[in-house]
């Protein structure tokens, strides 16, 4: 599998910004392709902010990661030679596969180009490449240099070969890529945060509880457990006899929240069977994972305290 060192950038925004940190610190060369010198300045100077406020951490890179960033006002200058484009630019569908079209003509005919966008099928954005099994999505949680995860979805056409290509070269670089087996409207991710923040909205919507309510239940309850722990491995430890058990208890709950809301749960015998299976292989015996939840969630909230005190409260809890 063909090594990837040199990366190309098409968007200089703030996801563009942040995916050239996400490149520079991990040694790479990184091209980022503006249209004008005042969005080439802003994108350096918003990677310089993002390393002076990193330092310290062990994610700011070294002291030549801004220097392994250069700014190109053509296209073909940008991209000449690069292994790997990220694109961008704005979430238009026609805008991309035009963008994507002109990215195909100018690389390598191995290179891959991903893209950031948060809900196009992949499927459309190929649509007029002569290369569609180069071309997949890979997209972050905003910002990349900071949140590790990245779905990666292919459309029918994006070869294996590539998928696990990029796959690996992500992990090179410290994020964590999860593939879609297929196309979706909004991907996982934003289906996820959707789910959560309609409920959200229509809580509030229906006065049974207050927009400034809303943030505590995650920053304060869920965001706590999840950030060491996620709701499969939760879900595993909140009954002595795991996640079939669980469900059998709770899982009423979550068929009368959709009802309520005008849908069905997606919960039956195969899918708790599948989530059953997966928590199986989870590692070490139960009490020991619930000695190491606990014990890093108490680490997480002291550690939560420490920087919020330091910041001077500058993170916002409450209205």
């Known amino acids: 599998m063909e090594e990837i060192r040199k990366v190309g950038i098409v968007g200089s925004g703030i996801i563009g910004a942040s995916w050239a940190l996400v490149f520079a610190r991990a040694g790479l060369d990184v091209r980022i392709w ?32 801004l220097g392994r960033i250069s700014v190109h006002y053509g296209l073909c200058e940008a991209l000449f030679n690069v292994d790997y484009v990220q694109e961008s630019i704005s979430e238009n569908l026609q805008l991309k596969t035009a963008m994507l079209k002109q990215v195909e003509a100018i690389v390598p ?20 490449c002569l290369h569609p099994e180069n ?3 890979v997209h972050p949680l905003t910002p990349p240099h900071l ?5 990666i979805c292919g459309s029918p056409e994006t070869s ?15 994020q964590h890529p999860v593939v879609l087996q297929k196309e979706i409207p909004g991907f996982a991710l934003n289906r996820i945060l959707g789910a959560l923040l309609n409920e ?4 509030v919507r229906d006065g049974v509880i207050g927009p400034w309510d809303i943030d505590p239940l995650l920053t304060e309850g869920f ?72 014990r890093a969630i108490a680490e997480l909230r002291r550690g939560r305290s420490d920087i919020l005190q330091e ?9």
């Open 34 to 65: 503006c249209r004008t010198e005042e969005s080439g300045a802003a994108a350096k100077a918003s990677v310089a902010a993002s390393i002076a406020s990193l330092a310290g951490t062990g994610l700011e890179g070294d002291t030549d990661t």
């Open 109 to 128: 005919a191995n290179a891959i180009i991903g893209s950031s966008t948060s809900g196009l099928m992949p499927s459309q954005l190929a649509s007029d």
């Open 135 to 137: 071309v997949l999505v």
């Open 147 to 151: 949140i590790p995860i990245t779905e």
């Open 160 to 174: 294996v070969e590539t998928i696990d290509r990029v796959c690996g070269f992500l992990r090179q670089l410290g």
């Open 200 to 203: 959200c909205f229509a809580l």
């Open 223 to 294: 965001g706590l457990r999840w950030a060491m722990i996620g709701p499969l491995a939760a879900m595993d430890l909140n009954a002595p006899g795991g996640v079939a058990e669980y469900l059998t208890r709770y899982g009423a709950i979550f068929d009368l929240v959709a009802r309520s809301r005008g849908g069905t749960s997606a919960l039956n015998e195969e899918v708790v069977a599948k989530l059953a299976g997966a928590a199986s292989k989870l590692e070490g015996d139960r009490a020991s994972r619930i000695r190491h939840r606990d």
């Open 311 to 319: 910041l001077g409260g500058a993170l916002p809890n409450e209205g």
